[in-house]
């Protein structure tokens, strides 16, 4: 089991800043692949910014310019900077990540999912 724990959702002003932050934890062998998703209650969950084990970078059009992914590969830890946010921003955030890990000696693939975070933006 991949436990991704997520911090860093709140409320803030149009045009604010927030920092959204994820921790894998777990016998993880390797991660191809992480990233933010968000959804807003009666919508479909969209990708919001990716990247990948060689550190290649995707962005939604609707965040490019405004949100900056990062990722530590030694600890596991994934960050969305989000600046400039408005108020179609607002959602739940998911942290994703896809990879290999150990279990009962051998290795298989893992997809998890954290519990997300509400992001606010409201005057």
């Known amino acids: 089991q991949v436990h991704l724990g997520e911090s860093g959702g709140g409320l803030v002003q149009p045009g604010g800043s927030l920092r959204l932050s994820c921790a894998a934890s777990?016998?993880?062998?390797?991660?191809?692949?992480m990233g933010w998703y968000r959804q807003v209650p009666g919508t479909e969950r969209e990708l919001v910014a990716s990247?990948?084990?060689?550190?290649?970078?995707n962005y939604a059009n609707s965040v490019k310019g405004r949100f900056t992914i990062f990722r530590d590969r030694i600890s596991n830890t994934l960050d969305l900077q989000m600046n400039g946010l408005r108020t179609e921003d607002t959602a739940v955030y998911y942290c994703?990540?896809?990879?290999?890990?150990?279990?009962?000696?051998?290795?298989?693939?893992?997809?998890?999912w954290g519990q997300g975070t509400q992001v606010t933006v409201s005057s």
């Open positions: 990247i990948t084990g060689g550190g290649t970078t």
């Open positions: 994703h990540a896809d990879g290999s890990m150990r279990e009962y000696g051998g290795i298989k693939r893992f997809q998890s």
């Open positions: 777990g016998t993880i062998l390797r991660i191809n692949l």
